[in-house]
DNA sequence: ATTTGCATGTAATCTGTTACATGATTCA
DNA sequence: TGAATCATGTAACAGATTACATGCAAAT
């Protein structure tokens, strides 16, 4: 499905960029949905460069450092936008290790049992109160066709998200202890 | 992780069963949060066979038509166990196309947009329709040390979830509207 | 000076999907 | 008798992670 390119191309698209700027981007704001190690992000640069999709200049930090500058072609923003406007049929579930045991749990001690549903719910707490943190950049609903507004909704629906798996685990708490 | 690997152990655990049983039961049950095809399922069987978690035995159906039932040895039990109540650190949000086209919707048309979340929300609406017609097959909630503890869980769990993207979604199509 | 972060790449391995391949059984 | 389903496997490929590998720049 090739996303990983749409990935990239959809934000260099937004502003030019180099990797490594790519992959703090995918470790910051896509994190909620789509990320990429650096040794997945080099290759497809340089796969999508051979492709025609993008460009890029070198430039010279300091004395000796080469930085790649990458930007969207023509092409590249051509085929971009076809990706984003096709329907996308909804995926399988997506695969989690933790309902996996949750699953399992009756196998469990009362006390492990437990302690799994516990642990979850602290994890899943935790980063629900960073997704808060982080909506507080937003002073007012960005306007729908600006960069920001992508980036309001997912965040929005990570809260959502962890909110609801906040719930969820404690009803398996309550239905544990009968 | 070999995750696939505990997946099939637990559910060897509940019942013995064949390479193909344990795939009907991916598809089904545990469909909402693991899956594997029978490409996967089969030499992993191989694996945990060679590893001794597992044994068969050829059972012939009609006239020659062989299976192989197989089922957990002790040292699988405890392996199984042991994963089981290992604490599990929470991974990364899940990667989802969807969001990420959500993430760039505001490169879209006014049109567009629209179509992209209602297109959504239909088919998460359809799931969740599903999933409800799916709990019913509860007429109450299973004891917390029955193997149909765990399935209710993660069913209720899926539903919810469904519940909160049909809600996000709505929200996205009310914000993109403005 | 040393550590942290910037910056770019490759190699080996693991996980998972699609396609290839075969054959028996059951039901209409 | 033909189609759907049961039943088992392998091969090629795609996608992603971990580890290997190098070197510059900035801040302490």
Request: with cysteine; net charge negative; aromatic share 10%.
């Amino acid at each position: 499905m090739r996303t990983l390119k749409y990935a990239i191309l959809g934000l260099l698209n937004q502003t030019s960029m180099t990797g490594y700027e790519l992959m703090k981007q995918f470790e910051s704001t896509l994190s909620e949905f789509w990320y990429a190690k650096h040794s997945q992000i080099y290759p497809e640069l340089k796969k999508l460069t051979d492709e025609g999709c993008i460009t890029f200049d070198i430039q010279i930090s300091g004395v000796s450092l080469e930085k790649k500058r990458y930007t969207v072609t023509e092409e590249g923003k051509k085929d971009f936008l076809k990706w984003l406007e096709a329907d996308t049929e909804m995926e399988a579930t997506p695969k989690d290790v933790s309902r996996l045991k949750i699953f399992f749990s009756s196998k469990l001690s009362d006390e492990a049992r437990k302690h799994l549903f516990e642990d979850q719910l602290l994890q899943h707490q935790c980063r629900l109160h960073h997704l808060i943190q982080n909506q507080s950049k937003f002073d007012k609903i960005p306007a729908n066709d600006s960069d920001d507004f992508g980036d309001y909704l997912v965040l929005m629906g990570a809260i959502m998200r962890e909110e609801m798996i906040c719930q969820w685990l404690g009803k398996c708490i309550e239905l544990s202890e009968r």
